[in-house]
Nanobody, 122 residues
Framework: QVQLVESGGGLVQPGGSLRLSCAASGRALSIGAVGWFRQAPGKEREFVAAISYSTFYADSVKGQFTISRDKAKNTMYLQMNNLKPQDTAVYYC??????????????????WGQGTQVTVSS
């Protein structure tokens, strides 16, 4: 059974940075598409970034967040810079069993982490 475990969340001031990590069992992050989603209180889960046949970002985080993957470590990352209060959310990593053409929908992914809280506040 594939397990994804996020870490790296926390409280940060506006303008600060955080790097989220997602470690996987087996080769879950080495084969197919991988992505990050987030869910703010009272809102639906939304796409943040993904790696599939290319790299994709939500318009709201382009130039601010960077997704990466280390296949040797079976770990993926989300580097978040210049954080804003509106980035406050629970962040989830996700993995698909194969490359996906459409990476923006949660339904494209087969495995999910438990989520890590990111709070941006002064």
């Amino acid at each position: 059974q594939v397990q994804l475990v996020e870490s790296g969340g926390g409280l940060v001031q506006p303008g600060g940075s955080l790097r989220l990590s997602c470690a996987a069992s087996g080769r879950a992050l080495s084969i197919g598409a991988v992505g990050w989603f987030r869910q703010a209180p009272g809102k639906e889960r939304e796409f943040v970034a993904a790696i599939s046949y290319s790299t994709f970002y939500a318009d709201s985080v382009k130039g601010q967040f960077t997704i990466s993957r280390d296949k040797a470590k079976n770990t993926m990352y989300l580097q978040m810079n210049n954080l804003k209060p509106q980035d406050t959310a629970v962040y989830y990593c996700a993995a698909a069993s194969s490359i996906r053409i459409y990476v923006y929908a949660a339904a494209a992914y087969d495995h999910w982490g438990q989520g890590t809280q990111v709070t941006v506040s002064s």
